[in-house]
């Protein structure tokens, strides 16, 4: 397993952007496909974007297409997302995580989580 921990949240008017970073230890990074997840207050925690080890596949959320870019630097150990045109509806904690293998959409697949960094945005 990896241990990840988030940074780059924080308060941003809706149009803007943020930088969200997700720095990995372990030596075996690149082995793990990687994930965005976020969890609006009350609501259940939902797919934002996601990558395969290689960097090469990426998936987003429709909600999201467009707007987010998520990519990978190996050499540190870092998964990135890019939030770019932010609405009021981006407002929530996002996660990353990881999991060995393919990429996939459903938390339920992935095995190791950060603490979640908080993103507001507002109108």
């Known amino acids: 397993q990896v241990q990840l921990v988030e940074s780059g949240g924080g308060l941003v008017q809706a149009g803007g952007s943020l930088r969200l970073s997700c720095a990995a230890s372990?030596?075996?990074?690149?082995?793990?496909?990687m994930g965005w997840f976020r969890q609006a207050p009350g609501k259940e925690r939902e797919f934002v974007a996601a990558?395969?080890?290689?960097?090469?596949?990426?998936y987003y959320a429709d909600s999201v297409k467009g707007r987010f870019t998520i990519s990978r630097d190996n050499a540190a150990n870092t998964v990135y997302l890019q939030m770019n045109s932010l609405k009021p509806e981006d407002t929530a904690v996002y996660y990353c995580?990881?999991?060995?293998?393919?990429?996939?959409?459903?938390?339920?697949?992935?095995?190791?989580w950060g603490q979640g960094t908080q993103v507001t945005v507002s109108s």
């Open positions: 995580a990881a999991r060995l293998g393919v990429y996939s959409i459903y938390p339920r697949d992935f095995g190791s």
């Open positions: 372990g030596r075996t990074f690149s082995s793990y496909a």
């Open positions: 990558i395969s080890w290689s960097g090469g596949i990426t």
